[in-house]
């Protein structure tokens, strides 16, 4: 389990890590969850193990059936979409603001990424690079100041998440890397229509990998718990 952040409450904690735990399937759709096991696996009481819950079935990522239980939801394509066109539509904007003067002192945290995400991709430590590729994408948000929003894209996200993730641990590529660069390089030349094409580019690789995803997962998708 990942180790408390610095100022993190007991709630945000357990929040982090049950997501974290949703979208790399290490609680699959269908599961069903005790607060008591999860509070001692992440060594912390029921109490904000309760209040992570409520949080993540706001978002629909569990759901509780009335005297059956919580359980993890499973997966719903339309809700995926969903996530996808949000990011898609508040991501473009955000990452062209970081083509403002203003902004280009910070570009080398994005650099940084970038050589840290090929040194794991290279070493094939993919839950490493996906780490990164989030902590990427969530740069554009803290650099530009609007964590806010971040957080309120994050609870719908984590169906794209799962989806996105699921996909790409079977099929590992320099092709993700390559568009982060793509990327920054249209933000370096404060080029903002190209950095909303490649956001746009890149976000799109689920949609041409939907159909092998929901063929392989079939058995996970969306039905009565």
Same mark, same amino acid.
């Given at each position: 389990?990942?180790?408390?952040?610095?100022?993190?409450?007991?709630?945000?904690?357990?929040?982090?890590?049950?997501?974290?735990?949703?979208?790399?399937?290490?609680?699959?759709?269908?599961?069903?969850?005790?607060? *008591?096991?999860?509070? #001692?696996?992440?060594?912390?009481?029921? *109490?904000?193990?309760?209040?992570?819950?409520?949080d993540l079935e706001k978002?629909?990522?569990?759901?509780?059936?009335?005297?059956?239980?919580?359980?993890?939801?499973?997966?719903?394509?339309?809700?995926?979409?969903?996530?996808?066109?949000?990011?898609?539509?508040?991501?473009?904007?955000?990452?062209?603001?970081?083509?403002?003067?203003?902004?280009?002192?910070?570009?080398?945290?994005?650099?940084?990424?970038l050589k840290l995400q090929?040194?794991?991709?290279?070493?094939?430590?993919?839950?490493?690079?996906?780490?990164?590729?989030?902590?990427?994408?969530?740069?554009?948000?803290?650099? #530009?100041?609007?964590?806010?929003?971040?957080?309120?894209?994050?609870?719908?996200?984590?169906?794209?998440?799962?989806?996105?993730?699921?996909?790409?641990?079977?099929?590992?590529?320099? #092709? *993700?890397?390559?568009?982060?660069?793509?990327?920054?390089?249209?933000?370096?030349?404060?080029?903002?229509?190209?950095?909303?094409?490649?956001?746009?580019?890149?976000?799109?690789?689920?949609?041409?990998?939907?159909?092998?995803?929901?063929?392989?997962?079939?058995?996970?998708?969306?039905?009565?718990?």
């Open positions: 389990m990942n180790e408390p952040k610095h100022r993190e409450s007991s709630r945000e904690f357990a929040y982090r890590n049950l997501r974290e735990m949703i979208v790399n399937m290490e609680l699959k759709p269908g599961d069903k969850v005790s607060e *008591t096991e999860l509070g #001692t696996l992440l060594g912390i009481s029921r *109490t904000p193990i309760r209040e992570a819950l409520i978002s629909g990522a569990v759901k509780v059936v009335s005297q059956k239980g919580t359980f993890i939801s499973f997966i719903d394509p339309f809700l995926i979409e969903e996530a996808r066109f949000l990011r898609l539509t508040l991501e473009k904007e955000v990452a062209s603001l970081l083509c403002e003067e203003q902004y280009h002192k910070d570009l080398y945290l994005l650099e940084d990424n090929e040194f794991y991709l290279q070493n094939e430590n993919y839950e490493k690079f996906l780490e990164l590729d989030n902590e990427f994408h969530h740069l554009f948000f803290r650099l #530009t100041n609007k964590e806010n929003i971040y957080a309120l894209m994050r609870g719908l996200n984590i169906h794209f998440d799962r989806a996105r993730i699921c996909i790409f641990k079977n099929k590992p590529s320099f #092709t *993700t890397l390559e568009e982060h660069k793509d990327i920054l390089a249209a933000i370096r030349k404060q080029d903002k229509e190209s950095v909303k094409a490649c956001i746009e580019k890149h976000l799109y690789r689920y949609v041409l990998d939907k159909d092998h995803f929901e063929k392989e997962y079939s058995h996970y998708f969306k039905r009565s718990l």
